[in-house]
Nanobody
């Protein structure tokens, strides 16, 4: 499986961005997917996950009500809609995948930079 993120960029506080994660090599129906992020000087942290069937999601408290994860199986692509962005959301965002039978994410994208300015 290979993952390629896109959609990062510079946005003002209060604005929105949509990240994409295109998967190849395996259909999304076989994968649990997630977004993580890493801010400068900080450890990588969990943002949100979605299970292989798309009927179960889990959000970090810091993004609940502002971020929405979704999948388009026809395009084999996962999305992260980010609204009401604030400076603390500035980070490199990574998508991750695991086969639904695995217990940890073992495939990672290269990351996409999101910068929120005041």
């Amino acid at each position: 499986v290979q993952l390629v993120e896109s959609g990062g960029g510079l946005v003002q506080a209060g604005g929105s961005l949509r990240l994409s994660c295109a998967a190849s090599g395996m259909p999304l129906e076989d994968l649990d997917m997630a977004w993580f992020r890493q801010a400068p000087g900080k450890e990588r942290e969990f943002v949100v996950s979605i299970n292989w069937s798309g009927d179960s999601t889990n959000y970090a408290d810091s993004v609940k009500g502002r971020f929405t994860i979704s999948m388009d199986n026809a395009k084999n692509t996962m999305y992260l809609q980010m609204n009401s962005l604030n400076i603390e959301d500035t980070a490199v965002y990574y998508c991750a995948a695991r086969h639904w039978t695995y217990d940890r994410y073992d495939v990672w994208g290269q990351g996409t930079q999101v910068t929120v300015s005041s």
